[in-house]
């Protein structure tokens, strides 16, 4: 299937190949104590989807490498993870096989996944990063409604829209709220390793709440849970400080914004 977007979408992809070596070796991955039992997932996503995952089918959009499926793997769930990033795929791939789970990672573009998986699960389940790197909510939520079994649920947390009108450097409105097409940055590290040497252009979206929630109600989805967070719990951008356990807040604004939200919808 051919997008208008693939440049974009393909640009993307060398970058987040680049980072898999970075972010594997990374105190933010901390992958040692993470094979040791230690899961990856946050108390937002615990608290919304964590005792319903047991004996489910999962499906994971966006899983990087692989660390929140496998951590869901653990809690019970039949899990399958979906990526573009080939070294992010083979080192998922490598984490199951060696920590022993029964986990499963498909690598493609998330907009070609039918071509890629046939069938349909329990719980579909996305987290933190994602949707900015995607130009059409639209296709996204088909994919989410695709894969979703009648009954089924929809979970997601996400970096909240109003939060990404900030450049996280000068704290000053750099970007519109509504989607007005695409925006781009230079790539010069990464949030896991400020250290890290990559380069290039990202290219990145944004999209407001109508269009997250509307999307996925046009899917037939329907909204059981809706929250937003004055607080990360990744200490992943620049003016963060830590106001609580695994909780950050922008420096000078600590309360003032919500940094995440987080949804739960049923099909």
């Known amino acids: 299937m051919e997008h208008t977007n693939d440049f974009y979408i393909n640009e993307n992809q060398k970058h987040w190949n680049d980072r898999v070596a970075y972010h594997e070796k990374s105190d ?25 995952v047991e004996g489910k089918s999962l499906l994971h959009l966006q899983c990087h490498f692989g660390q929140d499926t496998l951590s869901w793997a653990r809690m019970g769930a ?25 986990a499963r990672f498909v690598c493609c573009n998330i907009y070609d996944l039918k071509e890629h998986l046939d069938e349909q699960f329990d719980i579909v389940f996305t987290s933190y990063g994602t949707i900015g790197w995607l130009p059409d909510l639209e296709a996204w939520a088909d994919i989410v409604g695709h894969f979703l079994k009648p009954g089924g649920t929809f979970y ?25 097409g695409v925006f781009s940055e230079p790539v010069e590290n990464t949030y896991a390793d400020l250290n890290a040497k990559i380069e290039g252009t990202e290219y990145f979206w944004q999209h407001p709440m109508s269009d997250i929630i509307g999307s996925l109600m046009r899917q ?22 830590e106001t609580g356990n695994r909780q950050y807040q922008v420096k000078g604004l600590e309360g003032q914004l919500p940094l995440v939200f987080s949804i739960k919808m049923r099909k």
């Open 78 to 102: 039949k899990a399958t993870g979906a990526d573009f990033s080939t070294k992010a795929i083979d080192l998922a791939r490598s984490l199951n096989e060696e920590l022993d789970l029964d």
């Open 156 to 180: 997601m947390a996400e970096f909240h829209p109003t939060y990404y009108m900030v450049d996280f450097d000068s704290l000053k409105l750099m970007y519109p709220y509504f989607n007005r």
């Open 220 to 241: 037939g989805l329907h909204l059981q849970d809706f929250k937003e967070f004055d607080y990360a719990p990744y200490d992943c951008f620049p003016n963060l400080v």
């Open 28 to 52: 933010f991955y901390d992958v040692e104590n993470f094979k040791k039992g230690k899961t990856s997932l946050q108390s937002i996503e615990l608290e919304g989807l964590g005792s319903e």
